[in-house]
């Protein structure tokens, strides 16, 4: 099985940033397929890209010595607001975290 467990969402004033963690733990897998996904409500969950078109820039680190997989977003707009999961496509089947909220307002 695969464990994910999210962290590090919180309340950001806009223009902030922030770094969630994932750690993930179960079966023999790499971080390297885990990814980032978004949902706000009403809405499909949404792969988070390192680059966008709007210049914003995400960036999606590994530590293997701890299995953990971050995600640190700089310069965050209240749009940004969702829950964020970590993802992985592993044996046939999609895994989530239990998803961490990230709120941006000021």
């Known amino acids: 099985q695969v464990q994910l467990v999210e962290s590090g969402g919180c309340l950001v004033q806009p223009g902030g940033s922030l770094r969630l963690s994932c750690v993930a733990s179960?079966?023999?897998?790499?971080?390297?397929?885990i990814n980032w996904y978004r949902q706000t409500p009403g809405k499909e969950r949404k792969l988070v890209a390192e680059?966008?078109?709007?210049?914003h820039t995400n960036t999606i680190s590994r530590d293997y010595a701890k299995n953990t997989v971050y995600l640190q977003m700089n310069s965050l707009k209240p749009e940004d607001t969702a829950v964020y999961y970590c993802h992985i496509y592993y044996a046939f089947r999609h895994f989530w975290g239990q998803g961490t909220q990230v709120t941006v307002s000021s």
């Open positions: 179960g079966s023999t897998f790499s971080i390297n397929d």
């Open positions: 680059f966008t078109s709007s210049g």
